[in-house]
């Protein structure tokens, strides 16, 4: 399994806790900065998919 899977997982997660924190607490920033960092995981996820993918294909 590729890092940035592992890494982007990790950055979705803490994003939605983020979000979820800023909805409660009623503090829009939070919550944007929550979406953005799950956003970011889930791209950082899908490249390590890819990258996971081609070294799968490489393999005889």
Same mark, same amino acid.
């Given at each position: 399994?590729? #890092? $940035? *899977?592992?890494? +982007? =997982? @990790?950055?979705? =997660?803490?994003? =939605?806790? /983020?979000?979820? &924190?800023? /909805? !409660?607490?009623?503090? &829009?920033?939070?919550? @944007?900065?929550?979406? &953005?960092? #799950? %956003? @970011? +995981? #889930? !791209?950082? $996820? &899908? !490249? +390590?998919?890819?990258?996971? @993918? =081609? *070294?799968? %294909?490489? /393999?005889?």
């Amino acid at each position: 399994m590729d #890092k $940035n *899977r592992i890494d +982007g =997982a @990790a950055h979705q =997660a803490k994003g =939605a806790v /983020k979000e979820a &924190a800023g /909805k !409660v607490s009623g503090d &829009a920033k939070l919550e @944007a900065d929550g979406q &953005a960092e #799950k %956003a @970011a +995981g #889930k !791209v950082q $996820n &899908a !490249v +390590g998919g890819m990258k996971d @993918a =081609a *070294r799968d %294909a490489l /393999k005889p």
